[in-house]
């Protein structure tokens, strides 16, 4: 995915977390049916914060991860909280995979009945 901004809170964007994330969310171009036509629709939002925060595990840092992708008026968001920063990457990739499969499914569903119907009407028409 080319068009993700990112945006890090207390902790320092290194090279290999922005590779580890751009590599999570090249996959959501196939899912969502990007070419070089339409690339210019998609757009994504990632925001990292570690928390270093004694109410939490003794201690141990926290990090927020959350991402929005926004395509054709669509957007999808998901957030983690974990004690480490990758699993809550691959949580976030997780949860926006499962809502974008989620919408199309319910899409395609309605293009279906919607066909259905159609052919309904021109068979008693």
């Known amino acids: 995915m080319k068009n993700i ?5 207390q902790i320092k964007m290194t090279n290999a977390i922005e590779k580890y994330i751009r590599k999570r969310l090249d996959g959501f171009e196939k899912l ?10 998609l757009g994504c939002h990632v925001r990292i914060r570690r928390e ?8 141990k840092d926290v990090y927020h991860v959350d991402a929005t992708i926004e395509h054709n008026g ?4 998901a957030d983690a ?3 480490d ?15 974008i499969t ?3 499914s319910i899409k395609r569903v ?3 009945q919607s066909g259905a119907k159609v052919k309904r009407l021109l068979r008693s028409g």
């Open 5 to 9: 901004t990112f945006q890090a809170l």
């Open 32 to 41: 969502l049916h990007i070419n070089s036509d339409n690339v210019d629709t």
């Open 52 to 59: 270093m925060a004694e109410h939490h595990k003794k201690g």
């Open 74 to 77: 669509q957007s999808y968001r």
């Open 81 to 83: 909280n974990r004690d």
């Open 85 to 99: 920063l990758y699993t809550a990457i691959d949580e976030v990739k997780d949860d926006l995979s499962r809502l």
């Open 102 to 104: 989620k919408d199309l």
């Open 110 to 112: 309605a293009e279906r």
